[in-house]
């Protein structure tokens, strides 16, 4: 069944939603950002448009199909190949999604069109919204998520502080951090003070643990981020080491056959996808395994980042 969907992927095992279905509501690398860390690569699409980008009532079909088979997951998580609340039915979406089934809905966000009412109207309506912040100020936004030219850093604080303010659910804050960027006492400090002013329930910190096409991200360190999180308070928590998920149903079937591919040639992310006919998601948590198992190494060439076999 995960073969033929065209909108759903997974379940796959998440570090902060346990078992995770992805929903792709947007086109590959469409964003209101460019981190330097996304391991999408460069953006494609650039803006601020929100739009139709697939059709909903597909998207939900292929949800009653997989509900209907015995999907079991623990949230059912809007993210994918893009910045989902680009899609101007997004609310929609998820109010289609509560009608087919009980589990909870996620969102998986960069918090940027916060700013908008509709867009957090529309996230309102989820059980759990994971925000971005990963910047203390506008210089080290601009370094770090290289925005649209048209978002302004203290405007898209003040949407995740009146997110806060509308919404009763779950609002769990990831904060990126590269070494080096946005790792000095002064920025940490800066960001201290505006995560006291977003009030999230969770804030989860995250380094580079994944291939990247930018080989100068470099990756803090566990130490490094535990001491963050001290400084930065309670309801902090480092989510950085993927070790997979226990009772993963098709982790360790997957990852072996992405392994066995990576014997016979070097291959690279859209190689293993198409080969293997699963989604760039899906294929970068099996990658993330074997890195972490020390089973394949990653390198670039040409702007492509390719993997191998030990």
């Not at 509709?118 to 994971?130: E, G, P, Q, S």
């Not at 981020?225 to 480092?238: M, N, P, Y």
């Not at 950085?240 to 992405?258: H, M, Q, R, W």
Request: with cysteine.
């Amino acid at each position: 069944m995960a073969e033929e969907s065209k909108y759903l992927f997974g379940p796959v095992p998440s570090r902060r939603l346990g078992l995770s279905l992805g929903v792709d509501i947007i086109p590959l690398k469409t964003c209101t950002q460019n981190c330097i860390y996304c391991q999408l690569g460069v953006t494609g699409v650039l803006t601020l448009e929100r739009k139709p980008y697939v059709p909903i009532e597909a998207v939900l079909s292929e949800l009653k199909e997989r509900v209907t088979a015995g999907l079991r997951a623990d949230y059912i998580t809007l993210s994918g190949s893009g910045e989902p609340t680009l899609n101007s039915e997004m609310g929609r979406l998820i109010d289609g999604i509560k009608e087919i089934t009980t589990i909870p809905v996620a969102v998986l966000t960069n918090g940027t069109l916060l700013t908008d009412p509709a867009v957090r109207a529309d996230c309102a309506k989820a059980d759990v919204v994971l925000p971005s912040l990963d910047a203390g100020d506008e210089a080290t936004f601009k370094k770090i998520n290289c925005p649209h030219k048209d978002i302004n850093f203290f405007a898209f604080v003040e949407g995740l502080c009146k997110f806060r303010a509308e919404y009763s659910g779950q609002i769990w804050l990831e904060v990126f951090f590269c070494e080096g960027i946005n790792t000095t006492d002064e920025e940490i400090e800066k960001m201290r003070a505006i995560i006291e002013r977003i009030r999230p329930d969770k804030v989860q910190l995250n380094t580079v643990v994944r291939p990247v096409a930018d080989k100068s991200v470099v990756c803090v360190e566990s130490a490094g981020l535990e001491a963050i999180a001290e400084r930065l308070g309670t309801d902090t928590e480092v989510i950085a080491d993927f070790s997979g998920i226990a009772g993963a149903p098709s982790l360790e079937a997957n990852t072996e056959d992405v392994l066995q591919m990576l014997r016979r040639r070097p291959c690279s992310l859209d190689d293993i996808c198409n080969g293997l006919s699963i989604h760039r998601n899906e294929a970068l948590k099996y990658l993330a395994h074997l890195e972490a198992a020390g089973l394949i190494i990653s390198h670039p060439a040409d702007d492509t980042i390719f993997f191998k076999a030990k």
